[in-house]
């Protein structure tokens, strides 16, 4: 069974940057769908951020568009997610999520249709 791990949180300054990591074991994430979602506190989980098997369309929440870039190197397993311009608002648990190839735009926003989830890194922005 595929086993997601995320690294890369941290601590940073309003404005800063963080480059996040999610290592896949157990399997080839070649095939699957990748996405990031996050939970700030006392909220729901939002996706972030979404990323097809070929790397030829990638997704955004409208919140991070233009500060935040999703990537992928099959060969290495691993999924990453550029956190650029960070904001407070950004403060929050990053999940890294896979799951199949999704037919829709729409689809890849939904937590549900991913099946393999990380146990999260922290991101805390400070002003």
């Known amino acids: 069974q595929v086993r997601l791990v995320e690294s890369g949180g941290g601590l940073v300054q309003a404005g800063g940057s963080l480059r996040l990591s999610c290592e896949a074991s157990?399997?080839?994430?070649?095939?699957?769908?990748m996405a990031w979602f996050r939970r700030a506190p006392g909220l729901d989980r939002v996706f972030v951020a979404a990323i097809n098997p070929s790397a030829t369309n990638t997704y955004y929440a409208d919140s991070v568009k233009g500060r935040f870039t999703i990537s992928r190197e099959n060969a290495k397993n691993t999924v990453f997610l550029q956190l650029d311009t960070l904001r407070r608002e950004d403060t929050a648990v990053y999940y890294c999520a896979a799951g199949p190839p999704l037919a829709s735009q729409r689809a890849h926003y939904s937590s549900g249709n991913y099946r393999t989830w990380g146990q999260g890194t922290q991101v805390t922005v400070s002003s």
């Open positions: 157990g399997g080839s994430l070649r095939w699957n769908t």
